[in-house]
């Protein structure tokens, strides 16, 4: 029988059990990594280092976790913290400029095997509404869950996925 | 199928499974080390401590004299009192044991 998130949680708890923890990181890997590459616009060298500070620092602060979110939910507002902190450091978190966007080399136009229409309109959108529609539509999280990875109100998450999906359809239709 | 269930649907496609290649391995090759070690040494300081305050006391009593007084003294108590002193003794143990695993387990459902 396959150990629920919660059991490799208690093993590292209790025992230190390293191994366990890596059996957390390759469940979650995929998610987070691709959470971040598509908050730091497919960077996927600094979306990689992230998710690694991520990944770390949820081992260090482990006894934080109460398990009264699931644990990927935890995970993701590390993550996004990690993203935040590294945002500011750039002093990226500003608004986006979406013209000097539009212009600048994206790794997935250049292959138009991997041009999606929807994810080059996803970039375009400022970062409160991507994160919201990253987390909420993509990852599949309730509004409730990405206002807590987000740390904003869950009216402002709702309003936020809103806009992002009306903004998103108006792109796709142009 | 409704347009937000579209968008969702095409969301969730546009972003594909990334394959491990490693990065676990990096990440667990960052963790600090085990706290195994400091749990070992943790308890090799309270064993010694322990052995040396028993020698200390021994030492300070005259050879232990306390415990063949106390010994005596109990040994002159009716075996009611003994059972009584057995069976409350039991009890704090197995209550001290009891509270020791439920916390225990507590920590580890959190």
Same mark, same amino acid.
């Given at each position: 029988m396959e150990l629920t998130d919660a059991d490799l949680v208690a093993r590292v708890l209790v025992d230190d059990d390293q191994h366990a923890f890596g059996e957390l990181v390759r469940r979650h890997q995929s998610s987070v990594r691709g959470l971040l590459r598509q908050l730091t616009r497919t960077d996927v060298a600094l979306a990689d280092d992230l998710a690694q500070q991520a990944f770390l620092r949820a081992y260090k602060n482990i006894r934080s976790f109460r398990g009264e979110a699931r644990f990927s939910t935890w995970l993701y507002r590390i993550a996004y913290n990690c993203f935040r902190e590294d945002a500011r450091r750039r002093k990226e978190l500003v608004g986006i400029d979406e013209e000097r966007l539009q212009t600048q080399h994206d790794p997935q136009a250049a292959d138009p095997g991997l041009r999606h229409d929807l994810m080059r309109?996803? /970039?375009? &959108?400022?970062?409160? =509404?991507?994160?919201?529609? +990253?987390?909420?539509?993509? /990852?599949? &999280?309730?509004?409730? =869950?990405?206002?807590?990875? +987000?740390d904003i109100p869950l009216g402002t998450v709702k309003t936020n996925v809103l806009r992002g999906r009306e903004k998103l359809k108006r792109m796709l239709a142009d | 199928?409704?347009?937000?269930?579209?968008?969702?649907?095409?969301?969730?496609?546009?972003?594909?499974?990334?394959?491990?290649?490693?990065?676990?391995?990096?990440?667990?090759?960052?963790?600090?080390?085990?706290?195994?070690?400091?749990?070992?040494?943790?308890?090799?300081?309270?064993?010694?401590?322990?052995?040396?305050?028993?020698?200390?006391?021994?030492?300070?009593?005259?050879?232990?004299?306390?415990?063949?007084?106390?010994?005596?003294?109990?040994?002159?108590?009716?075996?009611?009192?003994?059972?009584?002193?057995?069976?409350?003794?039991?009890?704090?143990?197995?209550?001290?044991?009891?509270t020791a695993a439920i916390s225990r387990s507590r920590a580890s459902l959190t």
């Open positions: 309109a996803l /970039n375009l &959108l400022p970062l409160h =509404e991507r994160s919201a529609i +990253l987390l909420c539509c993509q /990852n599949g &999280l309730s509004h409730d =869950e990405a206002a807590r990875v +987000l | 199928m409704n347009q937000e269930d579209w968008l969702d649907r095409e969301l969730r496609e546009a972003a594909p499974y990334i394959d491990d290649e490693g990065f676990t391995a990096r990440v667990l090759q960052q963790l600090p080390a085990p706290r195994r070690s400091h749990d070992l040494l943790r308890a090799v300081i309270l064993l010694g401590m322990t052995f040396l305050a028993s020698v200390l006391a021994y030492v300070v009593s005259g050879g232990g004299r306390f415990v063949n007084v106390t010994l005596e003294r109990l040994a002159a108590l009716p075996v009611l009192w003994i059972l009584v002193l057995a069976l409350a003794s039991g009890l704090v143990m197995a209550a001290a044991g009891a």
